[in-house]
């Protein structure tokens, strides 16, 4: 849903973007768990694709599908925080829940995600209505 939505968005005149989208994607892949934090080689790495709303609607895409659902977003200091819990990976309902954690600083490029095992830098873009 939300790929389609990220097509749209991108293949939409700027009059036609709603406000506050941003669109994000990583370039390096990296897993933490207890032991550590550890990159994947490049030729290994999962490209993901994210866009999160200022409503809280949000979509991490990787592997297969995507971890969609509303999130509670908090604001502070030029940065922007989703937060969700236990959200269901669309191809995988019942199974691969994780808690979604992303922060996106609005005047850089910078993001970072957390999700499962996932914690990766972003790459990210506004696409609001006026530019």
Known sequence: MWMLLLAALLSSSKSEIPPDI???KNEVEIWC???GCSAKPTDEMTPMSVTA???GAFSV???TGCWEGEAEVKEASGRLLW????????TRPD????DVSLLIIENDIAGFIRVGSIATPLL?????VDQ
Do not use: K, L, M
């Open 22 to 24: 941003w669109a994000c």
């Open 33 to 35: 768990s207890t032991e």
């Open 53 to 55: 709303a200022r409503n």
């Open 61 to 63: 895409c990787a592997y």
């Open 83 to 90: 937060v969700a819990n236990d959200v269901p990976f669309s």
């Open 95 to 98: 199974g691969f829940r994780a």
């Open 124 to 128: 990210c873009v506004r696409r609001p």
